[in-house]
C-alpha cells in the first residue's frame, strides 16, 4: 500500500512515526559513551581532558558532515541518506567496543559522528514536505521527543549492560541494533524517499549560497552553537560533575541526568502545543530558556539534597525542552522553499560546532576541580541563545512590516 493511499491523518502519523523511531535511535547513540566516562578513564588510563577529546572528534565529523548530508537529501532522498547513516553509526559505536588502546577510539568517534550527520537533514526534510501544515509544530515536538526518549534509555541501557556483560560487549550490542534498523528502512522507508522527492522536485533554482548564506539562516547557525553547549556540557557531564560535587554515587548521578532528559522531553510535547497555537516562536524561547539558565545556575551554586537535584535538574529540562518546537519552526520559517535538507543539515551542524568544543573546554576545567563550570557554562549558554532567537524574530517582523504594503499594492 503506498502512502497516497492513507489519509491525511493516518500519512502524517505514519511519517511521524517512522522519522521519529531512527532519531530516538541516534540520540540513544549519543548517549552511550558519556554515562561511561568515569569507566573508561579508569579503564584506560586517561583525563578528562582526554575523554573531552573523543567526544570533540564525534562532534567535529558530524559537524563537518551534516551540510553535504543536507546536499545528499535534497538530491538523492532522504531513505538512501538514512539507511547508510543508520549503519556507519552503528558500526562505529560497535567498533569502540573492540579496541584495547584509547587513541583506537578516536577514528571510531569520528565514523560514528558521520553516522550522526544525517539525521536532522533528513527527518526535518520529510517531515516539513509531508505533515499537514496545521500540525508541524506537534510533528517537530514528536520528532524530538524520540530523540529525548532515545536520551532516557541510553544511559540507563548502557549502564545496565556494562554490569552484566562489560562494557566492550555492551557497545558492541548496541551498535548491531542500528545495523538492524537500517535495513528495516530498507523493506518500510518507501514513503521517506517519495516525501524528500517533492521537496526536490520544489527545489528550482535556489543555489547554495542563496540558501544558506543569508543573515536569517546564519543566525539559526549561531543559535544552534549556543544552545548546545549548554546541553553537551549537562549531558556528558553532569554525572560526573554531581559524583564529585554533590557527593552523590554514580548511580544517582545517572539518575538525575535521566530525570533531566524526562524533564525535556515532557518540556518538548508541551512546547509543541504551545506553538501550534501561533504563539511567537523567539518570545517562547526566551521564557523558557531564561527560567533554564536560572534553575542550573541554583544547582551549582547550593548544596542539594537529592530530592532537590532530582528537581531542580528535570524542572531544567522541562524549561529546555520548551524551547525545542519553536526553533526548529523559526527554522522552518527562515528556510527557502525546497531547500529544507540543507538548511536544517547546515544550521544543525552548528549544534556539532558547540557540542565539539565543550567537553575539551569543560575537561580541562574539571581536571583543575573548576567544577562550577559545569554549571555556568550552560547559563551562558542559555543566556546568548536568547540574545540570539530574539534577535532573528525582531529582524522577521521588521522584514514582514516592508514587504506587507507592497502586497496589498494592485496589480498594474
Same mark, same amino acid.
Given at each position: 500500500?503506498?502512502?497516497?493511499?492513507?489519509?491525511?491523518?493516518?500519512?502524517?502519523?505514519?511519517?511521524?512515526? +517512522?522519522?521519529?523511531?531512527?532519531?530516538?535511535?541516534?540520540?540513544?547513540?549519543?548517549?552511550?559513551?558519556?554515562?561511561?566516562?568515569?569507566?573508561?578513564?579508569?579503564?584506560?588510563?586517561?583525563?578528562?581532558?582526554?575523554?573531552?577529546?573523543?567526544?570533540?572528534? /564525534?562532534?567535529?565529523?558530524?559537524?563537518?558532515?551534516?551540510?553535504?548530508?543536507?546536499?545528499? @537529501?535534497?538530491?538523492?532522498?532522504?531513505?538512501?541518506?538514512? +539507511?547508510?547513516?543508520?549503519?556507519?553509526?552503528?558500526?562505529?559505536?560497535?567498533?569502540?567496543?573492540?579496541?584495547?588502546?584509547?587513541?583506537?577510539?578516536?577514528?571510531?568517534?569520528?565514523?560514528?559522528?558521520?553516522?550522526?550527520?544525517?539525521? $536532522?537533514?533528513?527527518? #526535518?526534510?520529510?517531515? *516539513?514536505?509531508?505533515? *499537514?501544515?496545521?500540525?508541524?509544530?506537534?510533528?517537530?515536538?514528536? $520528532? &524530538?521527543?524520540?530523540?529525548?526518549?532515545?536520551? @532516557?534509555?541510553?544511559?540507563?541501557?548502557?549502564?545496565?549492560?556494562?554490569?552484566?556483560?562489560?562494557? $566492550?560487549?555492551?557497545?558492541?550490542?548496541?551498535?548491531?541494533?542500528?545495523?538492524?534498523?537500517?535495513?528495516?528502512?530498507?523493506?518500510?522507508?518507501?514513503?521517506?524517499?517519495?516525501?524528500?522527492?517533492?521537496?526536490?522536485?520544489?527545489?528550482?533554482?535556489?543555489?547554495?549560497?542563496?540558501?544558506?548564506?543569508?543573515?536569517?539562516?546564519?543566525?539559526?547557525?549561531?543559535? /544552534?552553537?549556543?544552545?548546545?553547549? &549548554?546541553?553537551?556540557?549537562?549531558?556528558?557531564?553532569?554525572?560526573?560533575?554531581?559524583?564529585?560535587?554533590?557527593?552523590?554515587?554514580?548511580?544517582?548521578?545517572?539518575?538525575?541526568?535521566?530525570?533531566?532528559?524526562?524533564?525535556?522531553?515532557?518540556?518538548?510535547?508541551?512546547?509543541?502545543?504551545?506553538?501550534?497555537?501561533?504563539?511567537?516562536?523567539?518570545?517562547?524561547?526566551?521564557?523558557?530558556?531564561?527560567?533554564?539558565?536560572?534553575?542550573?545556575?541554583?544547582?551549582?551554586?547550593?548544596?542539594?539534597?537529592?530530592?532537590?537535584?532530582?528537581?531542580?535538574?528535570?524542572?531544567?529540562?522541562?524549561?529546555?525542552?520548551? =524551547?525545542?518546537?519553536?526553533?526548529?519552526?523559526?527554522?522552518?520559517?527562515?528556510?527557502?522553499?525546497?531547500? *529544507?535538507?540543507?538548511?536544517?543539515? /547546515?544550521? #544543525?551542524?552548528?549544534?556539532?560546532?558547540? =557540542?565539539?568544543?565543550?567537553?575539551?573546554?569543560?575537561?580541562?576545567?574539571?581536571?583543575?576541580?573548576?567544577?562550577?563550570?559545569?554549571?555556568?557554562?550552560?547559563?551562558?549558554?542559555?543566556?546568548?541563545?536568547? /540574545?540570539?532567537?530574539?534577535?532573528?524574530?525582531?529582524?522577521?517582523? &521588521?522584514? &514582514?512590516?516592508?514587504?506587507?504594503?507592497?502586497?496589498?499594492?494592485?496589480?498594474?
Amino acid at each position: 500500500m503506498t502512502d497516497t493511499a492513507f489519509s491525511p491523518t493516518a500519512r502524517d502519523i505514519k511519517t511521524i512515526g +517512522m522519522v521519529s523511531t531512527v532519531h530516538g535511535m541516534s540520540h540513544f547513540y549519543q548517549l552511550t559513551l558519556p554515562p561511561l566516562l568515569p569507566v573508561l578513564k579508569v579503564a584506560f588510563g586517561v583525563s578528562y581532558t582526554d575523554l573531552g577529546l573523543l567526544m570533540s572528534v /564525534f562532534y567535529i565529523c558530524s559537524g563537518l558532515a551534516q551540510t553535504p548530508a543536507g546536499f545528499l @537529501v535534497d538530491r538523492l532522498g532522504a531513505r538512501t541518506v538514512l +539507511m547508510g547513516g543508520l549503519a556507519v553509526y552503528g558500526i562505529g559505536i560497535a567498533m569502540l567496543g573492540t579496541m584495547p588502546q584509547f587513541w583506537m577510539l578516536l577514528p571510531c568517534a569520528g565514523l560514528a559522528g558521520i553516522g550522526n550527520s544525517v539525521f $536532522h537533514p533528513a527527518d #526535518y526534510s520529510v517531515l *516539513t514536505a509531508n505533515v *499537514t501544515p496545521g500540525r508541524i509544530a506537534r510533528a517537530y515536538s514528536a $520528532h &524530538a521527543l524520540s530523540g529525548n526518549i532515545g536520551w @532516557v534509555l541510553a544511559p540507563m541501557t548502557v549502564l545496565g549492560l556494562t554490569r552484566v556483560v562489560g562494557w $566492550h560487549h555492551a557497545l558492541q550490542l548496541v551498535g548491531l541494533v542500528g545495523v538492524g534498523l537500517s535495513a528495516w528502512l530498507a523493506l518500510c522507508g518507501g514513503l521517506l524517499d517519495a516525501n524528500t522527492g517533492r521537496a526536490r522536485r520544489a527545489r528550482g533554482g535556489i543555489t547554495p549560497a542563496r540558501a544558506l548564506l543569508t543573515l536569517p539562516i546564519l543566525m539559526c547557525f549561531a543559535y /544552534f552553537i549556543v544552545v548546545s553547549v &549548554a546541553g553537551t556540557a549537562i549531558q556528558t557531564f553532569l554525572p560526573a560533575t554531581l559524583h564529585n560535587f554533590h557527593g552523590v554515587s554514580l548511580d544517582f548521578a545517572g539518575t538525575v541526568l535521566t530525570f533531566y532528559v524526562i524533564g525535556v522531553a515532557s518540556g518538548i510535547i508541551t512546547g509543541g502545543i504551545i506553538a501550534d497555537r501561533k504563539i511567537r516562536p523567539d518570545l517562547i524561547i526566551a521564557v523558557s530558556l531564561m527560567g533554564a539558565g536560572l534553575l542550573i545556575l541554583l544547582v551549582g551554586l547550593m548544596r542539594l539534597p537529592n530530592t532537590g537535584l532530582l528537581a531542580l535538574m528535570t524542572a531544567v529540562g522541562l524549561c529546555s525542552g520548551v =524551547s525545542g518546537p519553536s526553533r526548529d519552526l523559526l527554522v522552518r520559517q527562515s528556510s527557502p522553499p525546497g531547500a *529544507t535538507g540543507k538548511v536544517f543539515g /547546515f544550521v #544543525y551542524s552548528g549544534f556539532d560546532v558547540g =557540542s565539539a568544543v565543550t567537553p575539551s573546554i569543560l575537561g580541562f576545567f574539571l581536571d583543575r576541580q573548576a567544577l562550577i563550570a559545569v554549571f555556568v557554562v550552560p547559563a551562558i549558554g542559555y543566556l546568548l541563545s536568547i /540574545f540570539t532567537a530574539v534577535s532573528l524574530g525582531t529582524k522577521r517582523r &521588521a522584514a &514582514a512590516v516592508v514587504v506587507a504594503p507592497a502586497a496589498e499594492e494592485p496589480a498594474e
